[in-house]
């Protein structure tokens, strides 16, 4: 029964993950009603990184020199040029457009504002998801900060679901199998496991070897 309110900031290509949990009431800062504050998500160097070869939803190797400086040049630029043209359609001695239309062209990494109530089970669902290294980084720093919260919040909780939930692993029926059988002595390989590479390598990784 227990319910925690979190007034967050976060870039709208962010929010657009966070809204498909469902299970919290939420009520977000009108860009119809006011207007959106000049702020806009930038990636830190390090992470900015190119697409991962394996993985069609990561992050491969950090982009560097010119390249790294050029895609920074790119997102500042264009927010800010959406931004500009965002503030000449408010304005109301050139167009005065309505602020639910003026908005429809700002960049996604532009910042929106929500409350977000749920209650433990929820957020311990949510934190499951969105704290796991699968998430993406920029709303996966959302959910280790608010671990923190819980941490302080409610102390024996947060104790269990680091144990049992975070820190478990789950094995599906052919991983269970192929763990038998080294356990029971048989040297199992990747090709012939049925596992696909990622399957293993996920495995492996959870076994620590
Ligand atoms: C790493 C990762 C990658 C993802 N990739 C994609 C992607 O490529 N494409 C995409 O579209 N989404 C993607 N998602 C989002 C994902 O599919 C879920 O929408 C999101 O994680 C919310 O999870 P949920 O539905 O369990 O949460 P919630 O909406 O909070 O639901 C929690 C639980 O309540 C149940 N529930 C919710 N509403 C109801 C209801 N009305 N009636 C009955 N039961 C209900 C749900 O079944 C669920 O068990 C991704 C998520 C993650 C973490």
């Not at 504050?37 to 070869?53: G, T, W």
């Not at 209650?119 to 671990?147: G, K, S, W």
């Not at 038998?180 to 990622?198: C, D, I, N």
Request: glycine letters at 4%; hydrophobic letters at 40%.
């Amino acid at each position: 029964m227990c319910e925690i309110k979190y007034h967050v900031k976060l870039p709208i290509f962010v929010a657009r993950q966070w809204i498909r949990h469902r299970t919290a009431n939420v009520n977000e800062y009108s860009a119809r009603y006011s207007i959106l504050d000049k702020e806009f998500y930038i990636p830190a160097p390090e992470q900015l990184a190119v697409q991962a070869a394996d993985n069609r939803q990561g992050r491969g190797a950090v982009l560097e020199g010119q390249a790294a400086a050029d895609v920074l040049n790119i997102l500042r630029r264009d927010a800010e040029q959406t931004y500009a043209n965002y503030e000449d359609m408010l304005d109301e001695s050139k167009y005065g457009l309505a602020r639910e239309l003026a908005r429809m062209n700002l960049t996604l990494n532009t910042y929106t504002q929500w409350y977000w109530k749920t209650d433990l089970h929820n957020l311990f669902h949510f934190l499951r998801l969105r704290a796991d290294a699968h998430a993406q980084y920029e709303i996966r720093v959302y959910a280790e900060a608010m671990m923190e919260t819980v941490k302080a919040w409610v102390p024996l909780s947060y104790g269990a679901f680091t144990d049992y939930r975070l820190g478990a692993v789950t094995f599906s029926a052919k991983m269970l199998d192929i763990l038998k059988r080294m356990l029971s002595g048989e040297q199992v390989e990747q090709p012939t496991s049925g596992l696909s590479k990622r399957e293993w390598t996920e495995m492996m990784v959870a076994l620590g070897r």
